[in-house]
């Protein structure tokens, strides 16, 4: 399901790395068309989405689902800081769809052969979400959680 391709143990991951909350998240570099500021878009509510898309916005006359990762894991809404807020607007199987999310803050590498199984435990109903995570490695100090676009767009789709 994941479409990345095969690396060797010694290849590097390019990542994004954002944050959502406290936590540290990182995305497939090559999947992202672009980042924007949230702000200046309006994003209009739409009915009976599941919980985490948070409505709709119109980028350049397309319709684009926006995702809000922060109501996905579950963190806090600080309205203080919803003016900071950026969209990583990314590119998965033919869909673009936009990230919510607290901070962007750029390229992160991280070795394939760092790169270990998100431990299932962490996450309820594992049927589905065992495909959110791809993996986990340490960046620096952090923990840095690799986030599989397929598999969290096919849990915000209602699979």
């Known amino acids: 399901m994941n479409e ?3 690396r060797t143990d010694d290849e590097d991951l390019k990542l994004a790395g ?3 909350g406290g936590g540290l998240y990182g995305i497939d570099i090559m999947r992202i068309k672009e980042v924007i500021q949230a702000a200046p878009y309006r ?5 009976q989405a599941p919980s985490i898309v948070e409505g709709v916005i119109q980028l350049r006359g397309v319709v684009i689902p926006v995702i ?5 894991f579950g ?3 600080d309205p203080a800081t919803e003016r900071l807020n950026k969209l990583i607007i990314v590119s998965v199987s033919g869909r673009i769809a ?3 999310v607290d901070r962007v803050i750029g390229e992160l590498r991280v070795s394939a052969r760092s790169l270990r ?5 962490l996450r309820e109903g594992s049927d589905l979400a065992d495909d959110i995570f791809s993996g986990v490695s ?3 100090d952090e923990m840095v959680f690799v986030i599989n676009l397929d598999g969290l767009l096919g849990v915000s789709r209602g699979r």
């Open 43 to 47: 994003i209009r509510e739409v009915p």
């Open 18 to 20: 954002f944050y959502v």
């Open 75 to 77: 963190v806090a809404i």
């Open 4 to 6: 990345a391709p095969e």
């Open 138 to 140: 340490r960046v620096e």
């Open 117 to 121: 199984p998100a431990p299932s435990m």
């Open 98 to 100: 936009g990230l919510k």
């Open 68 to 72: 809000d990762l922060r109501r996905h």
